[in-house]
Nanobody, 128 residues
């Protein structure tokens, strides 16, 4: 049972990247899936975007709304994060996680309760 992120890399400010999160050993149908970021020098992970298991609805943190898009391909058991207009402050390690919820908001970031599994992360570096 695991989540594996991919697609990170180095990109210039204003550029785009698409991250992938592939699940094995379980189905996305049973969990909400979220993307989180750990910024350099910070301990916590910021909740950026979550897609719900029930109806595929999406929720975004204000700082990424309009720039990031979370989507799913259930046939591939894969969740994507399309990131446009990247900024230097988007630099960090990006993780996906599966959780049962609920979904809440604290300090401008999303929180997904009852995490079932975290991925290992993929590095995104945005040069200014």
């Amino acid at each position: 049972v695991q989540l594996v992120e991919s697609g990170g890399g180095l990109v210039q400010s204003g550029g785009s990247l698409t991250l992938s999160c592939a699940a094995s050993g379980f189905s996305f149908d049973d969990f909400h899936i979220g993307w989180f970021r750990q910024a350099p020098g910070k301990e916590g992970r910021e909740g950026l975007a979550i897609i719900t298991s029930s109806d595929g609805s999406t929720t975004y943190a204000d700082s990424v709304k309009g720039r990031f898009t979370i989507s799913s391909d259930t046939s591939k058991n894969t969740i994507y994060l399309k990131m446009n207009n990247l900024k230097a402050e988007d630099t960090g390690v990006y993780y996906c996680a599966a959780g049962r919820g609920p979904i809440t908001v604290a300090d401008r970031w999303l929180i997904l309760e009852d995490i079932y599994r975290w991925g290992r992360g993929t590095q995104v570096t945005v040069s200014s």
